[in-house]
């Protein structure tokens, strides 16, 4: 049994091609978030799979920057709606830091992409056609615009006009390219008019217009010679983009149309992503708090037609114990409920790797939550937390820290700064605490005294492992007639100043003994 992105590329190997093009294509209309750039991570996957069986294969990434700008993205001003309809290559920047508003927004995309080593192709839908790249397939559109506009009918409620043409030329006049129709051409040069009221002419060699996306997206596929490309489901609507394009692609530009990968939407918290609401998450963003091949593994743990919602919240900690667990079933280090279970999680992984270490060292995310609030950035105080709490895979547990390789180092340091920053960015407050210097003041009752006296005793007679201490625990709070809730809320009270915190015993072990012990004697 294999995983789909592997299907997908056995498919593909029956194609007589010299090579693959897997395709992927963005609108930079603003930040480029988890959910339009599927495109990429997929293309991206498809590819190396191919690679691996022996195939030639190429990952094209076209930036969509002609299109024109519909909603002002957040977090631009108002003022921006002044370029509604102009083409995004036309903006300029609107902070002043780079060369124009598709590089503000492209660049920290393709930064992100360095981390994930994506390497693509990359394309500029402008260049393309200010270079000149889609003149004889523009002059072939016009010529053949009969037959395009017979396609496009085929699936339209109203037809389109006699003198319609698959093109738009840029406003002369107010700059934009969506308030404009082509209605007479000869040669290169095609007659328009504009919602402003301007009517002219231009020379389509200009690369001042662009070819109807339906028409543009077959050209494109000639053009780089794509056999593959995965896209939104939008396009994939029946009568929607990609059949159109493939029915153009095959009888205007005959060229098969390359085999379709469409998925469905990433949501965020449960709400659609849109960059003109600031509703979105961006692949940087994701780096902040989690390894990149979490992302790999959020994204093809389920098939790609399935619906995907992502909650950087509490909700990403239990993401983050999945991704843990299955990396630690593909190495050997925990067992898998089956062998059924064991092959499919370790099948996900596999598509998900970036880098083949030799032993990984991830320790729980959910506990080095805990352990960071406690050590800081302290790695050889966190390392203790780690071994005292067993938290260590067995394989690192008679390891120091300076026993660590580079890589493994490597990958602690990105650990405890992705929990930092979650706990800085995401973590609700009653995840949050602070080990308090002195001894709050509380009132706690008898039985909680004499239940935390005899804990600290309990701490003192020697290492335990958290489940063994939680077993002493709750003998002792049975001895003095405590109900749990009353006995945890006096050691996290006299500790940290709040009646709830992390699970007790494994804090406690984290904590350095002389200091707890005294605290728990009301000491310290």
Known sequence: MKHWIERIADELKERDVDEHVVAS??????????GNSCDVFIASSISKSLKKDGFRSRT???????????????????????????????IPCPEGCCESFVE???????????RFRIRVEHHSGARMYTEGV????IRTS?????????????????????????????CERCGRVNTTEAYDFSGDTVRYRCDCGFRGEMDTKTGRGKLTWRVEWAARWKILGVTCEPFGKDHAASGGSYDVSSIISEEIFDYPAPYPVPYEWITLRGEAMSKSRGVFFTPGQWLEIGPPESLNYF???????????FNPDMPFLDLMDQFDRTERIYYGMEEAASEKEEQKLKRIYRVSMIDCPDLPLRPSYRFMTVAYQIAG?????????????????DEFMDKELGD??????????????????????????FVKFHVQDELPEVELSDPQRRFLEELAGILESGDMSPEELHDEMYSILRKHGLKPQKAFQAIYKVLIGKKMGPRAASFLLSLERDFVTKRLRLKA
């Open 25 to 34: 294509g963005t609108s930079i209309s603003g930040s480029i978030h988890i």
């Open 60 to 90: 094209v990434w076209i930036a969509d920057d002609h299109d024109p700008l519909r909603k002002v993205p957040y977090p631009l001003p108002k003022s921006y709606e002044k370029y509604l309809g102009v083409p995004y290559s036309m």
């Open 104 to 114: 503000h927004f492209q660049r920290p995309f393709l930064d992100a992409l360095e």
């Open 134 to 137: 889609y003149n004889d397939y």
């Open 142 to 170: 016009l010529k053949k615009a009969d037959e395009i506009r017979e396609i496009f009918n085929r699936f339209r409620e109203r037809p389109l006009r006699d003198d319609w043409l698959p093109y738009n030329p840029i």
């Open 299 to 309: 994204i093809f743990r389920s098939k790609p037609m399935k619906h995907k919602d």
């Open 377 to 393: 950035d302290d790695l050889e105080r966190l390392y203790g937390i780690l071994k005292r709490n067993s938290q260590l895979p």
């Open 404 to 429: 660590l390789t580079d890589e493994q180092l490597t990958q602690l340091r990105e650990r405890v700064e992705n929990v930092k920053n979650w706990l800085k960015l995401y973590a609700p407050d």
